[in-house]
Every structure is written in C-alpha cells, then in structure tokens.
C-alpha cells in the first residue's frame, strides 16, 4: 500500500522499510470569464478601458467593442483574481459610461 504524506512525497512499503518516491502534480486551471454589456457609446468606453487590456502569465484581459456592445473577456489562474479582475473593469466602466455618455 502506498501512503502519501503532506508534502506530496510518496511511500512505498518493501519488507519493513518504507522507500521514499517523490512524485508532483503539476496542474494549471484556468478560470474565465466573458463580460458583455450594451452601451450607447461602446467604442469610446472600450477605448478608455483599453489601458487594462494585460497579457500576463496568470492574468489576462481583453476588452473591445462589437457594434453597440463592450466586450471583456478575462482569463485568471485563481479564482479570486478573476471576481477581483471582473468587479474592477466592471466599476471602470460604470465610470467610463457616466463621463462619456
């Protein structure tokens, strides 16, 4: 029977000894999210958020308009950072949307 402890090291049982085996689990989740919404200038609130358009390894955010509506999409590593992503572009575009239009 092989038992693990908590560091994610693996022992395997032989005779009375038990032999170490190392072993890791690498796994990259990615979490999305797609913001669409409408306005009535779309082009000119997606250019103002276009300074939050970021291309990083755990983060990325995208957000362009398509006719009369904005679209964002964002792609996070952790949960926490896509809410956290979406809830900001959300209030800089409610901001956006008060000035422009």
Do not use: W
Request: positive net charge.
């Amino acid at each position: 029977m092989i038992r693990t402890d908590d560091k994610g090291v693996a022992y395997a049982p032989f005779g009375r000894l038990a032999t170490p085996i190392k072993y890791y689990v690498r796994s990259r989740m990615k979490f999305k999210a797609v913001l669409k919404t409408e306005s009535k200038d779309a082009e000119s609130v997606a250019s103002a958020l276009d300074i939050d358009n970021v291309k990083l390894e755990k983060l990325r955010v995208e957000t362009k308009s398509e006719r009369d509506k904005i679209l964002t999409r964002i792609e996070a590593d952790s949960i926490n950072t896509l809410i956290n992503t979406l809830d900001d572009i959300i209030r800089c575009q409610i901001v956006a949307e008060k000035i422009i239009t």
